[in-house]
């Protein structure tokens, strides 16, 4: 089996070179680039309690609907986590590339926002956020659910925006939620539900037409930490290699992708890409 950081210094300094002469940039990223920044991977995330669970059995609509409370506490928790962690040196260094490249375009699948809080900005957020809310019914959407939480809901301006055509903003003050007790949408008395993309949902088309312009024009393509078992955003790489776009993988193990792209590195996220930048 080979070691966890494995990647050679003529893959590091081929890759350097890729990134130096590269005038289109996309970048695809998992959960993977996070794991160093203490946040277990996707597939990784069941711990404790929640080891009973499949994913796929909490990320879901239906599961949602069967079993609001138990999803709900789910995300809490995570949420909880994502905002006790920080960014690493993998998200710090991306943030650094965007800076450097004429193009450049950051996707991300991590519903975690620490490639914002790295100062990413060219990004595009395929699967969501985990501190947003919205309706489940689709008429409010809560741009940060910390400010939501802390305002008790009684914050009308800037924390809620309306998704639907139901013409008037609005926040009646409900308590702030318990840990694990569902709260309710003030306009309709709907759940609420975390701001991120479920199994068998659609992704917001705006970012997903986005994601597949830049990798079709992308002459570089770097795809870090995914296992690439997820669609549409696993099409994004194969995309980029019909395409003409030299693909390059960053990720300590194989994946599906690892056969068809251009290099692949065996290594982790925050030990890799700060050597592209430094
Ligand atoms: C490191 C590391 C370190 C560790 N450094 N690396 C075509 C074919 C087959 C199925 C489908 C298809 N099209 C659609 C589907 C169905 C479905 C799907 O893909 N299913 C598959 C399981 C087969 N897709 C959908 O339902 C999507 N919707 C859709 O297509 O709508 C149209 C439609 C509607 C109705 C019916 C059919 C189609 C929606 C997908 C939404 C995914 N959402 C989630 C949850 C988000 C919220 C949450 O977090 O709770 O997004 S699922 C989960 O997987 C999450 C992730 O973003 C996503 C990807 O996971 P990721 O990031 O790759 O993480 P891991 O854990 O899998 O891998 C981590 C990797 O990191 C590993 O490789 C490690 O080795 C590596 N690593 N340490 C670098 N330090």
Known sequence: MQKPNAATKQQIKRLRELVQEATRVAVLTGAGISAESGIPTFRDAQTG????????ELATPEAFRRNP????RWYAERRSAVRAAKPNAGHFALSQLETSVPNFTLITQNVDGLHRRAGSQR?????????RVRCFGGCVSYADWVEAEARGFTGRQGAASHQGSTGHQGATGSAVPEL???PRCPECGDYLRPDVVWFGENLPEAGIEQAFTAT????LFLSI?????VYPAAMLPQTAVQSGATV???NPEET???AMVHISIRGTAAVVLPQLVD
């Open 49 to 56: 309690h929640w080891s009973k669970f499949r994913p796929e």
């Open 69 to 72: 409370d138990m999803v709900w």
């Open 123 to 131: 990004l595009i957020e395929i699967h969501g956020n985990i501190l």
């Open 180 to 182: 694990g007790s569902v």
């Open 216 to 219: 079709e024009q992308a002459d």
């Open 225 to 229: 930490g995914t296992s690439a078992l």
């Open 248 to 250: 390059v993988e960053i």
């Open 256 to 258: 599906p992708l690892s």
